[in-house]
């Protein structure tokens, strides 16, 4: 299994990089309202513990080429994160964890994609959690390029995978009782 740093996580933010496009090139917002970053750790042994940040933003870069010449910066608020019971949520944002107050968001940056087929491919990053940023990598798969029934506006889909390790990123409370490897999935859409 391949490891990335706490991803994309992320609400995906516009960066200087991305304002000035290639004019071959068409520029995406994510739509937050659907799009879902999920996060799995195991607990105590007996399960994975399944949660998600709901506050997701960022920038879609696609060419001609879809894939291949295309590029992503993301960012979700760490203080969205949300696993379904309220007095472990505080616990993961408190100091111990994510420390939310001082870092309050995890961010997202391609550097390079390897594509396997039109319609997958690896997509290496940087990603920062807790301050610390590392290299990622994600399995990428473009779902759908075309025009969003919803909206009538031009949209790409998409769906990723990867995995970390927490303590890479400094975040090391309980590591004998909570997992070290986070499962990341992904489910996006972005418009045009």
Not at 97 to 104: N, Q, S
Not at 120 to 146: F, M
Request: hydrophobic share 45%; with cysteine; aromatic share 6%.
């Amino acid at each position: 299994m391949q490891r990335m740093p706490l991803l994309v996580a992320a609400t995906i933010l516009a960066c200087p990089a991305f304002a000035q496009p290639p004019p071959e090139a068409r520029l995406y917002q994510i739509d937050a309202r659907h799009s879902h970053v999920q996060f799995s750790v195991e607990r105590f042994g007996f399960n994975a513990i399944i949660g998600e940040f709901r506050d997701v933003r960022g920038v879609v870069t696609l060419g001609d080429h879809g894939l291949a010449d295309g590029s992503v910066t993301a960012t979700v608020a760490t203080a969205s994160l949300a696993s379904g019971d309220a007095e472990r949520d505080a616990l993961v944002k408190g100091e111990h964890w994510l420390d939310v107050a001082r870092f309050p968001a995890i961010s997202f940056q391609s550097t390079q994609v390897t594509v396997r087929d039109p319609g997958s491919a690896t997509i290496a990053g940087e990603v920062t959690i807790h301050g610390v940023t590392r290299p990622v990598l994600l399995d990428v798969t473009l779902n759908r390029r075309g025009i969003d029934p919803s909206s009538q506006r031009e949209a790409v889909g998409f769906s990723a995978t990867g995995a970390l390790r927490r303590t890479d990123f400094g975040i090391d409370t309980a590591t004998a009782l909570i997992g070290d490897d986070v499962r990341i999935r992904i489910e996006a859409i972005a418009l045009q």
